[in-house]
């Protein structure tokens, strides 16, 4: 690519986190240290640290759409995350505004709790979530507790893992990653099922550390950028692990209540991306 050329263009759609250590401004960290041109469309702004969150304003839905409209009408994107969605109305007008985009793969995290337990999405957004944007979605990104409330039933290891995440597809999601990092064990496992059918699991040793704030976000955020850049569905997951493993271990405190993950430079993430 040419100094003078747009490097691979990445889309969030989330809410903003005060406290810089998710939400927007951990997506947009995210794209830049993969080496693309971030760009946002903000649904909510929370008064947020490291202790919880104090308050969330919502934005009106037909400025979300607004938004939208303005950046793929003219930019254009060539992947979009779709975080914080925070009510119904706003689910409905991203989901309006993308069925007339089609062509950028769109990663759904699933983000309907904070780190602190604080309710980031209303109840009755989570069904126009599943029958909106879950058969636009690439890739469903919903941790194990997301994963419980979607489905209904315990998700505690490899096979409820694997059951959940064969429910989700039934629900409409074409591929889906359910993440293990709040369950039990010295080992994490995050489970990837892929529209073809074929499954991959993912481990390493847990790495023992409260300064996780962020990590659901990164990680969404990461594959988005994978695919922007063109990497496979299974690349860009797996690229997008090894980016949220690295900033966790090198995480730092930001205030009293959980920390955050470090964001690295993007020079050598690019590096590291193309050997992989």
Known sequence: MKGNECPPRALTVAGSDSGGGAGIQADLK???SFGCFGMSVLTAATAQNSLGVQGVCKLPADFVRLQLEA???DIGADAIKCGMLADRKIVEAVAEVLASFKGPPLVLD???????G????EEPAVEAMVGRLFPRAAL???NAREAE????FPVTGIESMARAAEKLQGMGAGAVLVKGGHLEGDTLYDYLALPSGEEKIFEQARIRTSHTHGTGCTLSAAVAAGLALGLSLEQAVAAARNYVLRGIENSHPTGAGYGTLRHGPFE???KRIRKE
């Open 140 to 142: 469903i990104t919903p």
């Open 118 to 121: 604080d309710p980031l999405l």
């Open 71 to 73: 950046v793929l009408g």
């Open 110 to 116: 699933t983000v309907l709790v904070a780190k602190s």
């Open 30 to 32: 995210t794209f830049q």
């Open 149 to 152: 409330r979607l489905v209904g």
């Open 268 to 270: 050598e993430r690019l």
